[in-house]
């Protein structure tokens, strides 16, 4: 069966190997993945099912998770560049009723960083409203021995909730509106989003439960900002590509500001939610490789230079740009399978793209 796989076997013989071993494995059924150096497509192929006796395809939008996060930053690093905000705004100063609870020091670089510390909001029923899941943020309280800053650890949910709302008030549109009239339709990502669309083909990534496979993304009828983004996986590449200038426009053009975004602004602190080490950009996970190479959880592959910067998604994803190797990745398997086997499908898949690439 030509699965998409079978013409890159030549170019890419570990990689496409390393994929084949995630579908004989039972780990996923399906997936997409795109590889460019400098801008040039490398490999952008599909395989396997979206759902059973659906083939996967290119143009089917997949869900990414996490992996979208970086692009809620992007759009407050605009912000910034506007000077409608400042990185160390107090959070509260675009939302007075987030000063709450001991939250009243945390700023808009303690979101981005994930040292804000107020976890707890990240579990907020699935059922509310958009207005109802900013005021459960907004009353959720400091973790006990917080300080802003001093500790780290990862938001999945509830940071990017409150970010989300900052640029729905300076843009005085809805979030997805915005994202895609700001971030994504500019470059080039048109089949991309952060809640569903009936005109671009679905595949849903699936947990698997007891033996059964559901979708492990529950829909709503408002975005999710750091977990529901979904599109087409070249699509993920195409903003990696431009924010390495090797596509235009640059979502983020003032180059100082988006150099910092993408760089260690973290460093050296352990993650209370990761529980490792892992440095931080701002909105985006810098190559932890130093603190562990074997050990570091949603890593680029043990050949990534130290300059590399993306974001994985849970159990399922990963994007990053190695800005050292004019490379940029990204890819989407469709189950999640539990976090040791992805872990191991993580570090194995992205260190064979290297090796494939000579980069090893």
């Known amino acids: 069966m030509d699965d998409g796989l079978a013409k890159f076997k030549g170019s890419f013989p570990r990689t496409t190997a390393a994929l084949r071993r995630t579908l004989d ?4 059924t399906g997936g997409q993945i795109y590889i460019s150096t400098h801008g040039h497509p490398q490999m952008h192929a599909s395989f396997g099912f979206a759902a059973p006796g659906v083939r996967m395809a290119n143009e089917m939008a997949i869900s990414w998770f996490s992996a979208g996060k970086p692009i809620t930053a992007i759009a407050i690093g605009r912000l910034v560049a506007e000077g409608a905000v400042r990185l160390d705004d107090p959070v509260a100063q675009s939302i007075p009723e987030f000063a709450q609870n001991g939250k009243e020091t945390i700023t808009l670089r303690h979101l981005l960083t994930h040292t804000g510390g107020f976890r707890s909001a990240d ?5 509310l409203s958009w207005d109802e899941i900013i005021a459960h943020i907004c009353a959720a309280p ?34 997805e509106a915005c994202i895609r009239r700001e971030v994504l339709e500019p470059i080039g990502m048109r089949n991309s989003s952060f809640v569903a669309r009936p005109q671009v083909p679905f595949a849903p990534v699936y947990t698997s439960a007891n033996g ?22 070249n699509e993920l590449g195409r903003f990696y590509e431009s924010l390495c200038g090797f596509v235009q426009p640059s979502p983020l053009e003032d180059q100082r500001l988006l150099r910092e975004f993408t760089t260690r602004q973290r460093i050296g602190m352990y993650d209370q939610t990761f529980l490792h080490i892992i440095d931080m950009g701002l909105g985006f996970i810098i190559n932890s490789n130093e603190y562990g190479a074997e050990t570091v959880p949603y890593g680029y592959g043990k050949h990534a230079s130290s300059a590399a ?52």
């Open 123 to 127: 579990n907020h029923p699935e059922h």
């Open 212 to 233: 059964a496979l559901t979708p492990a993304l529950q829909e709503t009828s408002y975005p999710r900002p750091g977990s529901s983004a979904r599109g087409p996986i």
């Open 25 to 28: 494995q039972g780990l996923n």
């Open 142 to 175: 400091l973790e006990r021995n917080w300080i802003p800053g001093e500790k780290a650890g990862y938001s999945t949910r509830a940071s990017w909730f409150i970010l989300a709302q900052i640029v729905q008030q300076h843009r005085q549109c809805n979030f």
């Open 309 to 360: 910067f993306g974001h994985s998604g849970n159990q399922c994803s990963c994007a990053f740009a190695d800005p050292s190797h004019g490379l940029v990745v990204a890819w989407c398997l469709n189950q999640q399978p539990g976090e040791r086997l992805h872990q191991k499908r993580v570090r194995d898949l992205n260190s064979a793209i290297y090796e494939d690439l000579g980069l090893g």
